[in-house]
Nanobody
Framework: EVQLVESGGGLVQAGGSLRLSCATSGFTFGDYPILWFRQTPGKEREGVSGINSRAGSTYFASSAKGRFTISADNAKKTVYLQMNSLKPEDTAVYFC??????????????????WGQGTQVTVSS
């Protein structure tokens, strides 16, 4: 059974940093590209940053470029999202999701088959 478990969310002041983790199990790490999405109430789920560790590719939404980095630890089967210079508009529930290789780099939620339960990030002004 494929499982994705997010952790690392919390409350931080604007300008601060958080590192989110997405621990995976149930599949060969690297088989499925991983993307971080976020969602606020009443809004569509938005892609933030993704990684295809097998291909060595990373992807960033314009809102994340220059502030967020993404990495993967193959031994721990975990994907990390390092978020720096956080802004109040980054406040959301953050989800990690896995997709089939042919959708690598996609920011379309419907193309992601497996999802974690989400972790709340709150940035205070």
């Amino acid at each position: 059974e494929v499982q994705l478990v997010e952790s690392g969310g919390g409350l931080v002041q604007a300008g601060g940093s958080l590192r989110l983790s997405c621990a995976t199990s149930g599949f060969t790490f690297g088989d499925y590209p991983i993307l971080w999405f976020r969602q606020t109430p009443g809004k569509e789920r938005e892609g933030v940053s993704g990684i295809n560790s097998r291909a060595g590719s990373t992807y960033f939404a314009s809102s994340a470029k220059g502030r967020f980095t993404i990495s993967a630890d193959n031994a721990k089967k975990t994907v990390y999202l390092q978020m720096n210079s956080l802004k109040p508009e980054d406040t959301a529930v953050y989800f990690c999701a896995a997709t089939m290789p042919e959708y690598s780099g996609s920011f379309t939620p419907a193309e992601y088959k497996y999802w974690g339960q989400g972790t709340q990030v709150t940035v205070s002004s």
